[in-house]
Structures are given as C-alpha cells and as structure tokens.
C-alpha cells in the first residue's frame, strides 16, 4: 500500500517508510513508526511503535530504537540504545533581547551527532548545536532525564546519571562521571577523568582531573572540609540555644 504522499507500509514490522528514505533491508520498523524523507537506517537497525525518524536523520546498523523517540537533524551511531522518549536534534534554548526589548529566538540549524556504543536513557534530550554540533563520544552511557544543551561536547566513555542538566557551549573531556543532578552552567570546560558527586554544580573550568563536589563544585577534600565545618557550627548553635 502507498499513499498520496509517498509513504509505504514497511515489510519488516508494518512502520511507514517514504520511498525516499535510504533504509536497509534487514531494518525493522514496527507499527506506529514513521521514517521520514532523505533519512537513512542501517542493517539491523530496530524501530519501535511510535518512534519519528526525520529528514536528515541518520542510524548505523544494529542501533535500536524505543518506543516514541524523536529523532531530527542528527546521526546516530553504531550498536547504540536509544530508550523510550528520548528526543535528538531538536532546537537549542537560545534567545536574545532584540532592538525593541522582545525576546528574540537565536537560529539553531546545526546537528546533534552520537557515536557508537552510545545508551541514552528514557525521556532525556540532546539539542542540535548553533555554532558547532552537539558531540557525544563513543561508548558514553546517559541515565534517565538528562539535559544535554546545544553546542555541547561530550568525549568518550562518559557516564552521567539521572536527571543531569547540561547547559549550552559545555566541553567534556573522555571518561567522566557525573552523579545524579550535577548541573553544568553553559561555556564551562571540564578535563577528563574527573568525577562529581550527586548535586554537585559546575560554575567554572576544572582543569585537573580528580574528584570533585559541592553547590559550586569545589575538589572532593576541600567540599568534605566546608560539609564537616558546617555541621561543626549547627551543632554549637544548638547547644547554645
């Protein structure tokens, strides 16, 4: 069956495939699927029910996707695991005040590109980029609800747990983990090997590799230091009231 706009039921699964999306034949696309024009999928590529494939959207082979992605102006890579209700490639949070004081959106036309071996968690989101792509590195690993924001570089073999918010212009150097809820302000730069705990905030560059915490992120020893002083000075407060 082929309608009115080009669309056809996809053999491997019942999705509707355009006839000019580039899609391999080994490729599964279930029912509830759509793969737009000028989008490529990959041998072995699985598309779960509901997924949006998009124009300029490519998929290497043996990536999987869950049910209701949303995947525009992007690649992903190869043997990847995309989870139910994750969205790339849309636009960045990227507005100026114009001449007359309105809030003026800023263009954001580039790409988000994901490497291989990536996972990334249910219901998170990686912008496309406005002046460089959006880059998450190979075999990088995304919990749940994470916020990855234009422009923003992740290296290789990252680990950033649930609900992580990352702000545009970030820098991630290969093999960083971020506890659940470490928040990056945008055009900050952070080394590789550096590890945050949960709840920590990034306000500036860290530039040595180690461990790191705290609300704004200081080294692990000197936050321990600031937690005990603080529960020194509760407990005298008390016993003086």
Not at 71 to 93: E, P, Y
Not at 112 to 120: M, Y
């Amino acid at each position: 069956m082929v309608n009115h706009q080009g669309f056809q039921e996809w053999s491997s699964g019942g999705g509707l495939c355009h006839n000019s999306a580039c899609i391999d034949p080994t490729a599964v696309v279930e029912i509830g699927a759509v793969v737009h024009p000028r989008a490529t999928l990959g041998a072995n590529v699985h598309v779960g029910s509901g997924v949006v494939v998009g124009p300029s959207v490519t998929v290497g082979h043996s990536t999987t996707l869950g049910y209701n992605v949303a995947l525009s102006n992007c690649s992903v890579g190869d043997l990847c695991v995309i989870h139910s209700g994750v969205c790339i490639g849309q636009d960045g949070f990227g507005f100026f005040v114009d001449e007359h004081g309105n809030m003026a959106k800023k263009p954001q036309t580039l790409y988000a590109r994901i490497g291989n071996h990536v996972e990334i968690g249910a219901n998170s989101c990686v912008d496309r980029g406005s002046w460089r792509d959006t880059t998450i590195g190979d075999y990088t690993k995304i919990d749940n609800l994470v916020q990855v924001g234009h422009n923003v570089i992740i290296g290789k073999s990252c680990i950033l747990c649930g609900q992580v918010g990352i702000a545009g212009s970030v820098t991630i150097g290969d093999y960083v983990t971020f506890g659940g809820r470490v928040a990056v302000r945008d055009h900050v730069s952070i080394v590789s090997k550096v590890r945050l705990a949960a709840n920590s905030l990034v306000t500036k560059d860290i530039k040595e590799p180690g461990d790191y915490g705290g609300f704004p992120a200081v080294p692990v020893q000197q936050w321990r230091r600031q937690m005990a002083a603080q529960s020194l000075n509760c407990k005298k407060d008390i016993k003086s009231s």
